[in-house]
DNA sequence: AGGAGTGATGTAAAGGTTTACATTCACGTC
DNA sequence: GACGTGAATGTAAACCTTTACATCACTCCT
């Protein structure tokens, strides 16, 4: 008969004959019960096979142990390593991790709004740089939230995620060492933080080695392949070009690398390309891509374990926390010294589009 | 002062002059509610902002509003798209999408039983194809269950994925007519339900071309990279090899691919090459990799309608969804109808390692 | 010896919902 | 005009916990 329908707390109390209010201790503070009493009702627990309802627990308590994670594409090659520390950390303190991805539709924000209402969500992870809901007054509503990986553009919300600024001028150093002195940055943005913080460790690097900073060479982009690949198509429709690519993530320097490489040049050869991000798919590519490393997991796990101090009430002390990013060197960036010289009008073979190049036919 | 805490039932009931019963009915079941008494209702609901607390509603229902999504490995490729599926439909229904992953370890595994058993969800999708939880006799608990990806080898759950038979089908009945005749299948597994799904297809391939199966072309694997990898390396210990592989999954393919250009072979010009699975990398690899394609997004979304159908307590009437695979053209084979002639050895240049090449130094 | 203090346990309320059952009312029928 | 019928609504129990408060039995102090 216990077998159709689980053990509730009475079930045990009535084996350990003891009342529900003892059992309820034993589990949950067990310093208040004798230890003798403890003992039986360990056992009652074993025999049972109890476990508490989740349900009752968290309607008595008023809040649940449930952790919502929202991100706009579940797919993004950046998001399942973070889920992976997220969860890990979320499941070693007793709770579980509910994800729901918006597609950046308004509309579906607002489901999982209701989702925090209704209680069914402690606290929320933000995987996005905007906040999924339009602009709702419910923001007072907001359980404690986290951002990742890109900051919260809103404000107000503690973020966990890489030192962007810090990521992109290792890149820069290590184009600029190369002897790289025309540097473009792929991909700037007024709205999204993170591409803002990248674009600034960029100017640091060119300032830091007393290179000037070429407007023409800033490429706006919104991080995806073809902001990159668009990127390429204005810059040779000019007359000047870099001989390095500073993307601000790893999709636009594919999106680069694909119109480099449609149009006939070579990678490193030609051009040297950096990314930011080391997608999964980096090292698979043709060349191999020289990108920034995310330590993703350790993002995911340290803005869980933010999120839990936010829920015992305490006040962070810091509202960043901002991880070291790595370098991984890789095929993409060539020692471009002899590129740089041979250089006339930045870039080394003769094109169509560039008008230079059509007025005197001598560059090869 | 409905700020600070949500509105329950009772302030609705109490603004529309009802009682809470009729409340929860115009919600429920609004046919039982007179069309003037429902108004009123829903327009104290708007006012209030009032939202059923999910906690008391599952308590009450004995059944939450969640499904349990198992997997061993998140970071998985498939898995992130198969998931999209999953809580499209489940969202579409009402319910939430809770995630485990449990890295192949019985005893998270076990963890996220007691999940179940606590009643915080009401179904599970299993995206593995062993059951998680060690041979605990509580299989007799199990919520409704659904199975994707791949089989559920403990059987008796229901299973929505790719006709594996057919795209592997697909696969050999390319290479046989780009010429291959020498194919050879990397990945056999005896407890894998989908390698040797695939393999039934290889073989069914080889026969209907009146090809002979050389069972020293069958190598063992367990899809990773490595075990692409040292399936080669094995091959090329032997005196025979194939001209084509044909790879139980695109991991394997990737290891396989890689073994080979490090040996200095090109592909497809040496060898061909053929996946499954065609996960996100197979696009930019060099060569990019021929595939067959999962309908991952349709697969998770059937799973997730048929585990529906199930807590609706409806016997389905098919234990097993078979979706079809398509067939992804890329460079990764080639036709080898001159490769296949010119090879006396089964492979093209000399090796060292083979005995026959080493014995008659004539094969370039 | 009486009482304060302490430690262990029990009693009962509360948390928000759903729903079986009871009640009320209006209507139509004989 | 009494009564059965059916629709609309209300009452109250049940779901399972947690915990404030009450109770009880000690020990120890004065």
Same mark, same amino acid.
Not at 190 to 200: D, E, G, N, V
Not at 264 to 269: A, E, L, N, Q
């Given at each position: 008969?216990?077998?159709?329908?689980?053990? =509730?707390?009475?079930?045990?109390?009535?084996?350990?004959?003891?009342?529900?209010?003892?059992?309820?201790?034993?589990?949950?503070?067990?310093? !208040?019960?004798?230890?003798? =009493?403890?003992?039986?009702?360990?056992?009652?627990?074993?025999? %049972?096979?109890?476990?508490?309802?989740?349900?009752?627990?968290?309607?008595?308590? #008023?809040?649940?142990?449930?952790?919502?994670?929202?991100?706009?594409?579940?797919?993004?090659?950046?998001?399942?390593?973070?889920?992976?520390?997220? /969860?890990?950390?979320?499941?070693?303190?007793? +709770?579980?991790?509910?994800?729901?991805?918006?597609?950046?539709?308004?509309?579906?924000?607002? /489901? +999982?709004?209701?989702?925090?209402?209704?209680?069914?969500?402690?606290?929320?992870?933000?995987?996005?740089?905007?906040?999924?809901?339009?602009?709702?007054?419910?923001?007072?509503?907001?359980?404690?939230?986290?951002?990742?990986? /890109?900051?919260?553009?809103?404000?107000?919300?503690? +973020?966990?995620? *890489?030192?962007?600024?810090?990521?992109?001028?290792?890149?820069?150093?290590?184009?600029?060492?190369? #002897? $790289?002195?025309?540097?473009?940055?792929?991909?700037?943005?007024?709205?999204?933080?993170?591409?803002? @913080?990248? !674009?600034?460790? +960029?100017?640091? #690097?060119?300032?830091?080695?007393?290179?000037?900073?070429?407007?023409?060479?800033?490429?706006?982009?919104?991080?995806?392949? /073809?902001?990159?690949?668009?990127?390429?198509?204005?810059?040779?429709? @000019?007359? %000047?070009?870099?001989?390095?690519?500073?993307?601000?993530?790893?999709?636009?320097?594919?999106? *680069?690398?694909?119109?480099?490489?449609?149009?006939?040049?070579?990678?490193?050869?030609?051009?040297?390309? %950096?990314?930011?991000?080391?997608?999964?798919?980096?090292?698979?590519?043709?060349?191999?891509?020289?990108?920034?490393?995310?330590?993703? =997991?350790?993002?995911?796990?340290?803005?869980?374990?933010?999120?839990?101090?936010?829920?015992?009430?305490?006040?962070?002390?810091? =509202?960043?926390?901002?991880?070291?990013?790595?370098?991984? *060197?890789?095929?993409?960036?060539? #020692?471009?010294?002899?590129?740089?010289?041979?250089?006339?009008?930045?870039?080394?073979?003769? $094109?169509?589009?560039?008008?230079?190049?059509?007025?005197?036919?001598?560059?090869?």
């Amino acid at each position: 008969m216990s077998k159709s329908t689980p053990a =509730t707390i009475e079930d045990v109390a009535r084996l350990a004959e003891v009342s529900i209010a003892t059992v309820s201790r034993a589990i949950h503070t067990p310093e !208040k019960v004798a230890k003798e =009493t403890r003992l039986k009702v360990t056992q009652a627990i074993a025999i %049972t096979g109890y476990t508490t309802n989740a349900m009752a627990r968290s309607l008595r308590l #008023g809040r649940s142990n449930m952790i919502l994670v929202v991100a706009p594409d579940i797919g993004d090659p950046n998001f399942s390593n973070i889920l992976v520390g997220l /969860e890990n950390e979320a499941r070693s303190h007793g +709770y579980g991790v509910l994800i729901g991805h918006t597609q950046n539709d308004p509309q579906r924000g607002l /489901e +999982y709004l209701k989702f925090l209402n209704s209680n069914q969500a402690a606290g929320m992870i933000l995987f996005t740089g905007i906040l999924p809901f339009g602009h709702q007054t419910m923001t007072a509503r907001l359980p404690p939230s986290v951002g990742v990986f /890109e900051p919260v553009y809103n404000g107000g919300i503690p +973020y966990v995620g *890489v030192d962007d600024a810090a990521g992109a001028r290792k890149a820069i150093d290590l184009l600029i060492a190369e #002897g $790289h002195r025309r540097i473009a940055f792929i991909g700037e943005s007024r709205t999204r933080l993170a591409h803002a @913080r990248r !674009k600034a460790g +960029y100017e640091d #690097g060119l300032s830091a080695a007393r290179l000037e900073l070429d407007p023409r060479l800033v490429m706006p982009g919104d991080g995806t392949i /073809e902001s990159g690949r668009l990127a390429v198509e204005q810059l040779f429709m @000019r007359d %000047t070009l870099p001989s390095a690519f500073m993307c601000v993530n790893d999709q636009t320097a594919i999106g *680069v690398m694909l119109a480099l490489t449609a149009r006939g040049y070579s990678i490193p050869g030609d051009f040297s390309v %950096t990314g930011f991000d080391d997608v999964p798919q980096a090292s698979f590519m043709n060349p191999t891509l020289t990108t920034i490393r995310q330590p993703r =997991t350790a993002i995911g796990k340290q803005a869980m374990a933010l999120l839990f101090k936010l829920l015992q009430d305490e006040k962070p002390e810091e =509202t960043e926390i901002l991880l070291a990013p790595d370098l991984v *060197v890789r095929n993409s960036v060539g #020692g471009s010294a002899r590129a740089a010289e041979a250089l006339t009008h930045g870039h080394r073979r003769r $094109h169509p589009l560039c008008a230079r190049c059509r007025a005197d036919g001598s560059l090869l």
